[in-house]
Each structure stands twice: as C-alpha cells, then as structure tokens.
C-alpha cells in the first residue's frame, strides 16, 4: 500500500529518507487502513515497534491480532530470495536481534499461532475457524 501510495519502493524509502520516516507512513497508512470494515492487514516485521500501532491493534474493539508465530530459522527460509529487498537478511547478528526486540511486541497479540510446521493453506483453514468462532460469540453473523 506504502509503495503504490508514493510511487517507492520500501527500500528507496528507507535509503532516501530513513527507517524513522518510513515507520511513520507505516503507522498512518494502518490507521487509516483499520478505519475500513472487514479487512485483513499483513504487516511488516517492523509495524509494532512504532507504539501507536500497537495501541491501535491492541485496544480496538474491532481489530483482532493475531501473530503468525515463527522461529528465525523458519522466517529465513520462507524469505529466502528477498535479500536484495531486504538488505539486513544479510546481517545474521543485527537480524536476530530485530527479531529478539519485536517478539514481544508480537506475543501482546490476541492470538498466536505457531505456524513452523503448517502449510499456508492450513494456516488460513486455522484462522477462517477461529475468526468464525470469535464473530459467532461476539453476535456477529454473515
């Protein structure tokens, strides 16, 4: 969405302008974005280090949080091939340590699944349940 909005990819952001400005579009464009009805976002790595963004997906009465919880191991291998897109997959040391600050970020999520060892499409039948579930208790029906 942050490309197709400003004409840039994520990288030229980052190189032109800096981390900092890019986390800012990141964070407005989500809460711009959860103002939409039944939508589903996939956020970057980084989403939740800005704190309004936790605080949007956390305390909204409308926003269910769920992390796709992975080790780094299994992130890399998924990702393998991006490294050009994503220059600090090549900085195994500054890598883990982004991933280390963020998982707690990630485990304050109203749902975590553990997808190590599940296919994609096992991951969606997972939540489709879930979300079913969550809707039916909440009084919500299609």
Do not use: W
């Not at 197709?4 to 407005?28: A, C, M, N, V, Y």
């Not at 490294?83 to 340590?97: G, H, K, M, S």
């Not at 190590?116 to 809707?135: K, M, Q």
């Amino acid at each position: 969405m942050i490309e197709k909005e400003t004409g840039l990819k994520i990288s030229e952001i980052f190189s032109q302008f800096g981390e900092p400005h890019f986390r800012d579009l990141e964070h407005k464009t989500i809460c711009r974005l959860l103002q939409e009805n039944e939508l589903v976002l996939a956020l970057g790595g980084g989403a939740l280090e800005h704190p309004g963004t936790r605080e949007q997906l956390l305390s909204s009465s409308a926003t269910f949080f769920v992390h796709l919880s992975v080790t780094m191991e299994t992130a890399l291998s998924r990702c393998g091939g991006t490294e050009t897109v994503r220059p600090v997959f090549n900085d195994r040391a500054r890598l883990q340590a982004r991933y280390d600050s963020r998982l707690p970020f990630y485990q304050q999520a109203h749902l975590t699944i553990p997808t190590n060892d599940i296919s994609a499409s096992e991951v969606t039948e997972r939540l489709a349940r879930i979300i079913e579930g969550v809707t039916q208790s909440a009084g919500t029906r299609d």
